[in-house]
């Protein structure tokens, strides 16, 4: 497994790994949303505006805050998307 970088920072948010919630995977702060989540969802066809409806929680700062850390740890997103059935 490779290194996890503790933080993406965009405008200050940072994405968050904790161990124990979301099995470590990088989330987006303060929720439940794995980022390997969102980008399962990209890769199906949904688009930012499907995902902030179907995740009221998120924002657009949100989205491009996982859509940037997906660009630096591509090959860690794409793992946890291989383990999850995806």
């Known amino acids: ?4 970088p ?8 940072a994405i968050v790994c904790t161990p124990g919630i979301c099995g470590g995977n990088a989330r987006i702060p303060g929720t439940r ?3 390997w989540g969102l980008e399962r ?6 688009s930012d505006r499907q995902l902030i ?4 929680s ?12 997906v660009a630096a740890q591509s090959e860690e997103i794409d793992g ?7």
């Open 1 to 4: 497994m490779s290194s996890i």
């Open 6 to 13: 503790s933080e993406v920072k965009i405008q200050e948010r």
């Open 33 to 35: 949303i794995p980022v």
């Open 41 to 46: 969802a990209r890769r199906l066809g949904w």
């Open 53 to 56: 409806e179907a995740y009221p």
């Open 58 to 69: 998120l924002t657009q700062a949100d989205i491009e805050l996982a859509w940037a850390y």
């Open 80 to 86: 946890q998307i291989r383990e999850n059935g995806g």
